[in-house]
């Protein structure tokens, strides 16, 4: 689609949902497409400012008054849209929890399937009790476990993944680390920590982490990190992370 036409329909708010994701990934990632975005407003003003005058709206003999009112309309058309495009991508965009709860990974919960119901077990009880949507109940099996015993790192990366479910990003990343500690290189969880970031709104750590993923070929999370930094190059989401807003 030509630029112009992406523009025009931007302005008048009849964008398709493929070709949002065109604009913003244009906005986001070419200056003299923004550039053009400016340019194309102030046209838009300054044709309507032409309209007034040739229906004789700013003529000789109306004089100063319906000068200034003329010049007042279009001030108020440039405040509006200073407001409604920040307004427009606030709106329309994602947000640092929402990336984070659809791109969370939760195999090792899974498992909660495969447990045998005989197997009392702290682990399997977790599990157990997660599979019944008993979130909160696993994480105190688990906890109470861990609290004695450090020495699994298993335990600590699913009680990492039972916070997460339950939306607590910072005890996530607490147990996480305690793990990595034990085994360093485990994707699951490297990848789950960045997405507790982004659930506790610590979107600059995780940008930084997801560049490093986007840039190796050793990962299979490299596909995944690449769109996600897209999303959160968006001014809606720089927005949204400024204001606070989820």
Same mark, same amino acid.
């Given at each position: ?126 599990? +157990? %009790?997660?599979?019944? $949507?008993? =979130? ?11 609290? /004695?015993? !450090? *020495? ?27 793990? +990595? %500690?034990?085994?360093? $290189?485990? =994707? ?11 659930? /506790?709104? !610590? *979107? ?43």
């Amino acid at each position: 689609m030509e630029k112009d036409t992406l523009i025009e329909k931007f302005l008048s708010q009849q964008l398709s949902s493929s070709e949002l994701e065109t604009f913003r990934e244009k906005w986001a990632n070419d200056p003299d497409f923004v550039q053009e975005v400016r340019d194309y407003t102030e046209l838009i003003i300054s044709v309507k400012a032409a309209e007034q005058v040739t229906k004789g709206k700013l003529s000789k003999g109306v004089g100063i008054h319906s000068t200034r009112r003329l010049y007042y309309r279009i001030a108020a058309v440039i405040l509006l849209l200073i407001v409604t495009i920040p307004c427009y991508w606030v709106v329309t965009s994602t947000s640092s929890k929402k990336i984070a709860r659809e791109n969370f990974i939760d195999l090792r919960l899974q498992t909660s399937r495969d447990v045998a119901s005989d197997d009392t077990s702290p682990l399997n009880e977790a599990l +157990r %009790l997660h599979g019944q $949507n008993q =979130p909160l109940a696993a994480i105190d099996v688990l906890r109470k476990t861990v609290k /004695n015993d !450090e *020495s699994t790192p298993i335990k600590l990366f699913i009680l990492g993944d039972l916070f997460m479910t339950t939306g607590q990003g910072d005890s996530a990343i607490y147990y996480y680390q305690k793990g +990595r %500690l034990l085994i360093e $290189n485990d =994707p699951y969880t490297h990848w789950n920590t960045i997405m507790a970031m982004l659930l /506790n709104r !610590e *979107s600059g750590n995780a940008k930084v982490l997801l560049a490093q993923l986007a840039d190796s070929d050793q990962t299979p999370y490299n596909e995944k990190a690449r769109k996600i930094l897209n999303e959160i190059k968006t001014p809606g989401f720089r927005l949204k992370v400024w204001l606070g807003i989820d």
